[in-house]
């Protein structure tokens, strides 16, 4: 069963991303809304050129408090000289220009402050901003360059072309990410903005005068359904659907009375989606007090059209900004812009599509918010010149290779398509894009006549073909692989046997012997036999003589192997000696078999390294390997291991570079076969295959003979590398081979996944599986995988493999499709019924398995969860905390168990509530050294005590958030209550050895905080409690389809965050709770604000939000204190004195009623 990888990749990667970014939300003290849509309109986007920037951006919160800076990051651009006079600010309704902001370096009363430095632009409300100073889904916009009032410096763009973002983010609680694209070539900005699902782009018309009567206005945009109503200063009009792009809307009369703007907006009821506004200018005729000129659109044109771009230009009557809406049809769907104000306009529009037909659409906005917008209007790109093949050939021919080159009149790709018969089937490809072409093709047949043709594309999207045509590949010169040689003393002869090629042209076997060295060529020494079969008997020898023996295989073009060697020596029959003493077999020079070595997935033992001959001063060997039929080279593992497949022909070479003297012979011996390695025509290298064992491990083992009687060597290890497997898939084992399965190898080369070409290296892909279900791929190391497919089964993937041995094979079971249940009178669908449940069964084991599935929860949700888990502790447990449970948990575990035995303690508790403070760290110092010498962290009591205390003078200090120590509100005092012998800060003085622990008050440190702030709070603790829990299980999710250790530990620490959230993050709940009803309706009231004061200080010591149930409750002890209640639409209530003087461990759980507001 094919999971799609990019749906498996997308889904975890959708997990991480929205889980990222709730966290970094939440990360956050303010709320952090999304102000979109947001654009940034450069005058140019040409690499390092300067360029005037104007920013646009709605804010869903606005600008309430001082506090709400705006902060945005250009650290993508140079600022060089740019300061506060090249930067304005304003804000609007409509576009953001309806008001103009004064500002200065330093925020004042009525004046912004501006701050540039660090690659950042930051914005400071003014000292008085209050609520509505810049009101909510207002638009801003910031201007930064000569388009600003007395600007002169501009931002430089990037040096490098690419993709640049800008942020905006601050105190005033919204985050936005503008994209902008830096280019090579100067091009107008477009725009990156985020619209919302409904959009209103034009209305037609745009301005209308005044008193003139009722008429039907044109709004076009999109996201229009047929229950959409167009408003006008938010009443609704009759409205007409015409397409998902356009509406019309009945326009009354009386609408149209008063000069000014009219704002029309789009609703749709369902979701509840509110468009944006654009205004419809109401203008007087013939001036005068009160009157408007309306804005003009003329001239509207395109020119300077090319393949791939063109200009819009337009003039105004008034000066306004500048948009082009452009696409395939009137639907537009893409757009650009400027918004400097001028009264001649210009766009280009780029990355046009040859010969094709754009309708394209002008629209400007003036200074007071007038806009208007031409009709549609088309025009049609340039067509382009055909792309042309010229030149056309084939060189560089050998009998197994050519190279195929060709001219194009542009640049283009490069494609050869090739094969013995005009139906081709082969190809090859070189990447990029060029004027002269030249491709090479390799694993040809010698002697063989090749059809081809060659195929480019541009980047225009033009493609030409060529005719077909020839070459012929020259005869063969290539010798076959060697064949291995046996041989058998006996009386007076030697038993010979050989075996034979598997090439298809092998023709025969030539047999040659010596009796003082082996025969150097298929010419030296005695002939012995020439022919097909596969042993003989050499007689008539002489016993005690040593015949030296060389088997050459031959093709039908008469090129000779290097030779397989060997040698015997024939003995007599020895008369054995009359004793019960098993005679000795006869001694052999033929090199004993090593024992096979099984395949297995544990490290194999490596077999004894051949004895190599001594060192000798200038002569070094080396050894090269190549498989796929000579035409890939090998290479080792990081372990120093060559990988082949058992029973292949693997080509040894050995260099002549370093061998520094005259050789006699080379020699290789592999599994106890000798073959001769043959100096090449070139006289580079000697050169000879040998055939792999079945399976295990082995050496090479390659001497050099010189001249001088010296010899020197090389061995190298292999490893028998294990096929791939197609089998079927069963609950149980899976042995049963699929053959004529297709399997297809893909490749990851230059950054992308793309179907391997064999061409290269002798091969096919795709290809079918043997029939043991077998199948193999000889492939440079890199990473790989293979679908595999056959009719009546589900196909599969592989996993990504990192190929480091040359081969690639995998098992990989397919799952058959159960015979179709057919209900029939006679009911034999019940046979299939068990078919039909097993395929069921497997199916789910292999989704669980499913390579992208595992590749997917290892690569991206485990990381992806650890991340999340991490940064949601992070945000709802401060750094403090977590560190103070640390301490408590390794250095006071004992505290953990419950009740111990009688100790002197200390308290730690809040000097108003009296309540304990938990992970509050006590440090004991030296008075004279100013040293800590111990440090403790109190318990859910709030408990301590230090002991083994060294007599001298002492200082306590205790750390808290939101507390300060020492004590303000009980300085003066010497007992509170329970607590006798307070501790306020004095120096502690021991005469001798003994125990520190004194009750100490510490003052509680709580703001007033907005109601909008503590329900955003109290909604962020839901997130990341939501999150915390999701961490969980989305853990043993991926524990079920990955089951390893990794990520078993990943659960458990999925669950230590858990547990420590729960711990550290959420607050101990009050019980018995006091209800917040509604007076009126007697109805718990959700969500109102409940705060606690102490009453002798008037101090705010805690706030909480009531639940569905209307629920809150504070813990508190023996002191007076009163509560507020508020919720937006209900008077506030101020509760009367609450005297918990004679109680202790209490909860303050009083019930209130709230009065509906008369305002």
């Known amino acids: 069963m094919l999971i799609s990888k990019t749906k498996i990749l997308s889904y975890f990667k959708s997990i991480a991303l929205l889980l990222a970014l709730v966290i970094f939300s939440c990360s956050n003290l303010v709320q952090a809304a999304q102000a979109t849509p947001a654009s940034d309109s450069l005058s140019s986007q040409k690499i390092s050129t300067p360029a005037n920037h104007t920013i646009k951006f709605r804010t869903p919160t606005g600008i309430d408090s001082p506090t709400d800076t705006i902060n945005i990051n250009l650290s993508s651009f140079a600022f060089g000289a740019v300061g506060v006079g090249d930067i304005d600010i304003s804000h609007g309704a409509v576009t953001g220009l309806e008001n103009s902001d004064a500002h200065a370096a330093v925020a004042a009363a009525g004046v912004w402050g501006i701050s540039v430095g660090g690659g950042s632009i930051v914005l400071t409300p003014p000292t008085n901003a209050v609520l509505g100073t810049v009101p909510a889904n207002n638009y801003i916009v910031v201007t930064i360059g000569t388009n600003s009032t007395g600007g002169v410096n501009q931002l430089t763009n990037p040096a490098v072309a690419g993709s640049y973002t800008i942020q905006i983010s601050g105190g005033f609680g919204d985050i936005t990410t503008i994209g902008i694209g830096i280019l090579d070539d100067d091009t107008v900005t477009v725009s990156a903005t985020v619209p919302s699902s409904l959009q209103i782009t034009s209305i037609d018309p745009a301005s209308v005068l005044l008193n003139s009567g009722a008429f039907t206005l044109n709004v076009n945009g999109y996201g229009f359904v047929s229950t959409t109503v167009i408003r006008i200063d938010g009443a609704d009009r009759a409205t007409t659907y015409v397409s998902s792009t356009h509406v019309t809307a009945n326009i009354l009369a009386s609408d149209i009375t008063s000069v000014g703007n009219r704002q029309i907006a789009a609703f749709n009821s369902l979701p509840g989606v509110l468009s944006n506004s654009l205004p419809l200018n109401v203008y007087q005729s013939g001036g005068g007090s009160g009157s408007t000129t309306p804005l003009v659109i003329s001239n509207v044109q395109a020119i300077n059209i090319t393949q791939t771009s063109a200009r819009v230009i337009w003039d105004t009557n008034l000066q306004a900004n500048s948009l082009v809406q452009y696409g395939l049809t009137n639907a537009y769907g893409d757009s650009v812009s400027n918004g400097s104000f001028v009264l001649s306009h210009g766009l280009d529009l780029t990355g046009l599509t040859p010969n094709t037909t754009y309708h394209f659409r002008v629209q400007s906005v003036d200074q007071i918010a007038q806009s208007a917008a031409s009709s549609d209007y088309t025009f049609t790109t340039l067509s382009v010149s055909p792309l042309i093949i010229s030149n056309v050939a084939s060189i560089n021919i050998t009998d197994t290779s050519a190279a195929i080159v060709w001219d194009t009149n542009r640049s283009a790709s490069s494609l050869v398509e090739y094969g013995t018969s005009p139906t081709l089937g082969g190809w090859n490809t070189i990447a990029g894009n060029v004027l002269n072409h030249n491709v090479p093709i390799s694993g040809l047949q010698p002697g063989t006549l090749y059809y081809y043709r060659v195929i480019s594309h541009d980047l225009l999207g033009e493609s030409a073909t060529s005719s077909i045509y020839t070459f012929t590949t020259n005869s063969d010169t290539t010798p076959p692989s060697n064949i291995t040689l046996s041989a058998t003393p006996g009386d007076a002869q030697n038993l010979l046997s050989w075996t034979h090629s598997t090439e298809p042209d092998f023709a025969g076997v030539k047999l040659m012997f ?15 036999y020439d022919g097909l079969a596969t042993n003989l008997t050499h007689t008539g020898l002489t016993n005690g003589v040593t015949y030296y023996y060389a088997a050459y295989a031959y093709d039908s073009n008469g090129n000779f192997a290097s030779g397989a060697l060997a040698s015997a020596t024939p003995v007599g029959v020895l008369v054995p000696p009359a004793t019960t003493t098993p005679p000795i077999p006869p001694t052999t020079t033929t090199p004993p078999i090593p024992p096979t070595i099984p395949s297995t997935t544990t490290p194999p033992v490596v077999p004894v ?27 080792p593992n990081s372990a120093g291991v060559y990988g082949v497949l058992g029973g292949t022909s693997v080509l040894a070479v050995v260099p002549t570079t370093g061998l520094g003297a005259t050789v006699s012979t080379v020699f290789i011996t592999v599994n106890g076969y000798t073959y001769s390695l043959a100096l090449n025509a070139n006289g580079t290298s000697y050169e000879g295959t040998f055939v792999a064992p079945s399976n295990g491990l082995f050496y090479t083992d390659i001497k050099v003979s010189f001249a001088d009687g010296l010899q020197a060597g090389v061995a190298d290890p292999f490893e028998i590398k294990d096929p791939g ?8 084992e899976e042995n049963n081979p699929i053959p004529d399965a297709t399997v297809t190898l893909y490749v990851y080369e230059n950054g992308a996944w793309q179907i391997w070409n064999p061409s290269l290296y002798n091969q096919y892909n795709p290809i079918q599986s043997n029939n043991d279900g077998s199948f193999a791929f000889v492939v440079p190391n890199g990473q790989y995988y293979a679908v595999i497919s056959k009719d009546g089964y589900t196909t599969e993937r592989t996993q990504d493999f990192t190929v480091d041995q040359n ?25 299939y019924l068990p078919d039909q449940i097993r395929f069921a069964v497997v199916s789910v084991k292999q989704s669980l398995r499913e390579p992208e599935l595992v590749t997917a929860t290892k690569d991206y949700a485990i990381p ?85 205390v060294q007599k001298g003078n002492y200082r306590l200090e205790v750390l808290k958030p939101h507390y300060d120590f020492p004590t303000q509100y009980l300085a003066d005092r ?49 997130i990341q409690h939501v999150v915390a829990i999701s961490g969980l299980v989305l853990s043993l999710a991926a524990f079920a389809i990955s089951p390893s250790w990794l990520v078993g530990t990943i659960v458990l620490v999925q669950l230590g965050f858990y547990l420590l959230f729960r711990k550290l993050a959420l607050p101990v709940k009050a019980k018995p709770w006091g209800v917040v009803l509604d007076a009126k309706t007697k109805k718990p009231v959700y969500q109102a ?40 639409g209900f008077d506030k209530y101020t509760s009367p004195d609450i005297d918990l003087a004679s109680r202790k461990e209490a909860v303050i759980d009083l019930s209130a009623e709230l009065s509906p507001s008369k305002k």
Do not use: C, M
Not at 514 to 528: H, K, Q, V
């Open 725 to 732: 497997l197609v089998v079927e898939a069963e609950l149980g």
């Open 807 to 831: 081969v690639f094979g995998d098992k990989v079971p397919l799952l058959r499709y159960p015979e179709p249940i057919v209900v029939t009178s006679t009911f034999p669908f019940v046979q």
């Open 1089 to 1128: 604000i409940v705060r606690v004061f102490d009453k002798k200080y008037n101090k705010l010591l805690e706030t909480q939000i009531t639940d569905k149930q209307g629920r809150y409750g504070f813990f508190a002890d023996n002191n007076v204190y009163y509560i507020t209640i508020e919720k937006p």
């Open 864 to 948: 992806a969860l650890v991340v999340v888990s991490v940064l949601n502790t992070a945000a709802a447990i401060t750094l403090f905390n977590i560190l103070a449970y640390l301490q408590f948990l390794f250095t006071q575990p004992i505290l953990l168990f419950g009740r111990l035995r009688k100790r002197k303690w200390g308290v730690i508790y809040n000097s108003l509530t009296k309540q304990p403070i938990e992970f509050a760290i006590v440090r004991l110092v030296h008075k004279e050294s100013n040293l800590t010498v111990q440090s403790k962290v109190t318990d859910k009591q709030g408990r301590y005590t230090f002991t083994k």
């Open 609 to 635: 390294i051949p004895p190599i001959p001594p060192t000798i001063p200038g002569r070094t060997v080396t050894a090269l390997y190549y498989g796929a039929a000579g035409t890939l080279l090998l290479q």
């Open 974 to 1022: 010497a007992d509170d209550i329970d607590f006798t012998e307070i501790y306020h800060g004095e120096i502690i003085s021991l005469d001798e050895d003994g125990v520190i622990a004194l009750n100490v008050p510490i003052d509680p440190l709580e703001n007033a905080e907005t109601p909008r702030r503590i329900l955003f709070r109290r909604f962020l603790r839901i």
């Open 514 to 528: 010596r009796t003082d060295a082996f025969p150097t060529g298929p010419f030296d020494g005695s002939f012995l």
